[in-house]
Nanobody
Framework: QVQLVESGGGLVQPGGSLRLSCAAS????????MRWYRQAPGKERELVAH????????NYADSVKGRFTISRDNAKNTVYLQMNTLKPEDTAVYYC????????WGRGTQVTVSS
């Protein structure tokens, strides 16, 4: 049974940092690329960051370039999203996604950036 479990969300002030984690199980994690998406209230889900299976290739949405970093630890079957210099517009539910066929999603973790 495939599972993706996100954690690390919370309430943070503008300019602060959070580190999200996504623990994967039920598939061969190391051979699949992974992604982080987010969905703000009333908006469509958007791609935030992508990482290749070995971590050599990463891509980011323009809105988070230079502030967010995606990484992975294949020994721990975990993908991370380090988020720095957070802004109120980063407020959203953040989801982990596997580029398996079919793709799988976690339930998400809430990130709220507010003073």
């Amino acid at each position: 049974q495939v599972q993706l479990v996100e954690s690390g969300g919370g309430l943070v002030q503008p300019g602060g940092s959070l580190r999200l984690s996504c623990a994967a199980s039920g598939f061969t994690f190391r051979i699949y690329a992974m992604r982080w998406y987010r969905q703000a209230p009333g908006k469509e889900r958007e791609l935030v960051a992508h990482i290749s299976n070995l971590g050599a290739i990463t891509n980011y949405a323009d809105s988070v370039k230079g502030r967010f970093t995606i990484s992975r630890d294949n020994a721990k079957n975990t993908v991370y999203l380090q988020m720095n210099t957070l802004k109120p517009e980063d407020t959203a539910v953040y989801y982990c996604n596997s580029l398996t066929v079919p793709g799988y999603w976690g339930r998400g973790t809430q990130v709220t950036v507010s003073s």
